[in-house]
Nanobody
């Protein structure tokens, strides 16, 4: 079973950038689709971005398109989320997640993912 550890969160001013990392244990990282979700206080966990096993296809939530970029390095067992032009409404705990699915249309939905990290806090000040 893969284990996931996120890092890279912090406090940033509006308009700034952060890069989140998620490192996976094990030797089968390339067999997982990977996603990023976020959850703000009092709100449901929402889809941010996902990437398929090879890294050849990516998917984004409407609120982050054009500002966030997901990528992966299978040699380093790591998935990244580059976040640019951050806004106060991006403030949330960000989670990475792994799925055995290789169906892109499934990546938007929480039940698709079987393993979650512990989360990393991102706070954007205005």
């Amino acid at each position: 079973q893969v284990q996931l550890v996120e890092s890279g969160g912090g406090l940033v001013q509006a308009g700034g950038s952060l890069r989140l990392s998620c490192v996976a244990s094990g030797r089968t990282f390339s067999s997982y689709g990977m996603g990023w979700f976020r959850q703000a206080p009092g709100k449901l966990r929402e889809f941010v971005a996902a990437i398929n096993r090879s890294g050849g296809s990516t998917y984004y939530g409407d609120s982050v398109k054009g500002r966030f970029t997901i990528s992966r390095d299978n040699a380093k067992n790591t998935v990244y989320l580059q976040m640019n032009n951050l806004k106060p409404e991006d403030t949330a705990v960000y989670y990475c997640a792994a799925t055995g699915s290789n169906t892109g249309s499934s990546y938007y939905y929480l039940p698709t993912y079987h393993t979650w990290g512990q989360g990393t806090q991102v706070t954007v000040s205005s």
